[in-house]
């Protein structure tokens, strides 16, 4: 278990300079926003009103596209390593398997579909990269905000701090500073949505390893009117430590300081693991939940990540994976901005595109939401006729919802991206998050593709039936990293060659039918192209980082 340990707060200097950012909470969105702009030489102040990591394990479920992120950022390996890791979930009705679903059914890739680990082991071992930084992230714990004003500049902050009030300038603020947001309170912006009624008992229980491994393998279990909970659902999930979380549905008359004394929380865990199972009680919540969003992420030079954001039910991990995608989007646009190499409206298409990732998630939860707890006779008939039908036919699988999980949203048809001139090719379109491959380095070391994008623009060239001459990719468009992937002489200046050992690179990236790919810093694709020109790769790079003249109205 972690140790709870307070952090030193450092003394914050009234205003006498402008700081690039300032970002509010230091929670997992908020410390991955600071150690991503960091990695592009933008300095960053944290505020945070505690001093400690989260109480409780909270988040667990971290999906591979964000451990993709944290890889970037330097800390993902560290996840998996304490992880428990899962690609398998399995679905009842009762005692009845009704199906089981792998979320990464293909080899050759480095991560698992997904990790689960406490949060506040993932805020440990990001507030621990974060000091890896300390000319760029100034970590300041119980630090309040009690003011903001926006101002010509920038955004002018009241701090009331250990040793008094202090104040504070910044050309951009991040609020990272969750559900209850005092920052959006502060600027008074609605927050529209709908609250769900129904209470849910979450329960982590010890218990010894070789019980858990025995009887509860690394893989999402999910029942509808099981047995052990008649008439409602559960959900159960191992994490690290030799804890088990279950996940109760309580009903919406349930009494939350009631359900949550231990002479009411361990009979129904006992019910799931066995009266026999020596189990103790690790820590427990009640919650009912909501689903809501801003109308705008972007207010000025505030701008809203995570749940300060977006809200959504913890059936799909998609809100804490949501946030993390929210830093990954953010912050490559900020840090371009900040450099005077992006116009200020491309912040704007962060609220373009993420507030679409929004609606996606809140719709899945709805409907999930809706499935698992329906309101009406008929939303019941539907269910219960999807229940048992779901164990022999395999179209009622697809209605049924136990939580459609977190996966990176496209982000096809918006703004950024150039219109696929290859409608009918295979491979990731415009606006898709690049997948990963084994490829073997120019020394001879074996890595994976997504190691060498993300981070700045690069031209991800393929060799096949439509690969370009070599030579004509050194300093095509200045500036651009090139990387190829596939046999071929070695590197020229500006140009990285990598193998692709087993393929995997070639069928995943349609190698014969694309000659190239323009991938954004946050490893999505922005365009692609059946050959290579200068000037069509150029105008997709400058529309790509918002530099093309047009507006977010007149590009779509």
């Known amino acids: 278990m972690p140790i709870h340990r307070r952090f030193p707060s450092q003394p914050l200097a009234d205003a006498g300079g402008r700081v690039p950012v300032v970002v509010i909470g230091a929670g997992p969105v908020g410390l991955t926003c600071a150690i991503d702009l960091a990695t592009r030489g933008v300095p960053v102040v944290v505020l945070d009103d505690d001093d400690t990591v989260a109480t409780g394990s909270r988040a667990i479920c971290w999906a591979k596209r964000t451990l993709e992120i944290w890889d970037r ?15 398998v979930g399995r679905v009842f009705h009762r005692d009845q398997e009704l199906y089981r679903f792998d979320l990464l059914p293909e080899s050759d890739h480095r991560r698992p579909a997904f990790v689960n680990v406490q949060q506040y082991y993932v805020e440990q071992y990001l507030i621990e990269r974060a000091a890896d930084f300390p000319d760029l992230i100034a970590l300041h714990w119980r630090h309040a905000v009690t003011g903001l004003a926006q101002t010509p500049e920038g955004v002018r902050l009241d701090v009331a701090t250990p040793d008094g009030a202090r104040s504070l300038d910044a050309a951009w603020v991040i609020a990272a500073d969750g559900a209850r947001s005092p920052t959006r309170t502060r600027m008074g912006l609605p927050f529209p949505g709908q609250h769900f009624e129904e209470r849910f008992l979450i329960a982590d229980v010890t218990m010894a390893d070789v019980t858990m491994k025995a009887e509860f393998p690394s893989e999402r279990l999910f029942w509808f009117e099981p047995t052990f909970h008649a ?33 009411r929380v361990m009979p129904r865990v006992r019910a799931v693991v066995g009266e026999d199972t020596p189990v103790s009680l690790a820590w427990c919540s009640v919650y009912a939940f909501r689903c809501a969003r801003l109308a705008r992420f972007v207010h000025g030079r505030v701008v809203f990540a995570g749940d300060s954001a977006h809200v959504v039910s913890p059936f799909g991990a998609r809100g804490g994976n949501g946030g993390i995608q929210d830093a990954d989007n953010l912050c490559w646009k900020l840090a371009l901005v900040l450099h005077g190499e992006a116009p200020e409206s491309l912040i704007a298409t962060y609220d373009e595109e993420r507030g679409h990732a929004a609606d996606e998630n809140i719709l899945h939860s709805r409907r999930t939401t809706n499935f698992m707890t329906p309101k009406t006779r008929a939303e019941r008939q539907l269910r219960d006729a999807v229940l048992d039908l779901a164990a022999e036919a395999p179209f009622a699988r697809a209605l049924l919802n136990a939580g459609r999980l977190s996966r990176p949203c496209s982000l096809a048809g918006l703004s950024l991206q150039t219109p696929d001139s290859l409608p009918h090719a295979e491979g990731p379109r415009p606006g898709d998050a690049c ?32 690969a370009p001459d070599r030579a004509r990719l050194s300093g095509l468009v200045p500036g651009l990293r090139c990387i190829v992937v596939g ?29 190239a790919y323009l991938i954004r810093p946050d490893a999505h694709v922005a365009a692609r192209f059946a050959t290579i020109d200068a000037e069509e790769v150029a105008g997709a790079l400058a529309r790509a980082s918002g530099r093309s003249g047009l507006t977010i109205e007149e590009a779509a």
Request: with cysteine; aromatic share 4%; proline share 9%.
């Open 73 to 87: 950022l330097g800390v993902g390996q560290r996840m998996v390593d304490k992880g428990v890791t899962w690609n």
């Open 487 to 515: 046999e071929g002489p070695p590197a020229l200046p500006g140009v990285e060659v990598l193998r692709d050992p087993h393929g995997v690179a070639g069928r995943r990236y349609a190698a014969g039918s694309c000659a």
């Open 231 to 263: 008439g409602q659902s559960a959900l159960l999930h191992r994490q690290p430590d030799d804890v088990v979380r279950i996940d109760f549905q309580l009903g919406p008359e349930a009494d939350p300081e009631l359900e949550r004394q231990p002479d």
């Open 435 to 466: 997948p990963d491959a084994p490829v073997v380095d120019g020394s001879g070391r074996a890595g994976w593709l997504l190691d060498r994008l993300g981070g700045s623009f690069a031209l991800l060239v393929l060799a096949g039936a439509n």
